[in-house]
């Protein structure tokens, strides 16, 4: 069974900075791309970020560029979203997703595997 279960989501004051965690159950990890997607009420899920299954490649939408960073640990199943400079239009709910192909990480449709996600909050 496959399993993928965010964590680290939360309040957090504009300007601050969270963590994202995403650990992976019931498939092999290192040979899946990996990213993060986000979806605002009313709005479209949305892609952040993303990286290769080796870690060597990474993609950022625009809005995450210079502020969040993505990363992996095969050895620990997990995929990690460092999101820094946090601003109020960032609160969503963050799931992170598996995808087997690679052929384009940044398309949310090429994904085979979803988590529940975790939501984030920007305010003071």
């Known amino acids: 069974q496959v399993q993928l279960v965010e964590s680290g989501g939360g309040l957090v004051q504009p300007e601050g900075s969270l963590r994202l965690s995403c650990a992976v159950s019931?498939?092999?990890?290192?040979?899946?791309?990996m990213g993060w997607f986000r979806q605002a009420p009313g709005k479209e899920r949305e892609f952040v970020a993303a990286?290769?299954?080796?870690?060597?490649?990474?993609f950022y939408a625009d809005s995450a560029k210079g502020r969040f960073i993505i990363s992996r640990d095969n050895a620990k199943n997990t995929v990690y979203l460092q999101m820094n400079s946090l601003r109020p239009d960032d609160t969503a709910v963050y799931y992170c997703?598996?995808?087997?192909?690679?052929?384009?990480?940044?398309?949310?449709?090429?994904?085979?595997?979803w988590g529940q996600g975790t939501q984030v909050t920007v305010s003071s």
């Open positions: 990286i290769s299954w080796h870690g060597i490649n990474t």
């Open positions: 019931g498939l092999r990890f290192s040979t899946f791309g």
């Open positions: 997703a598996a995808d087997l192909s690679a052929q384009d990480l940044r398309i949310r449709e090429g994904y085979d595997y």
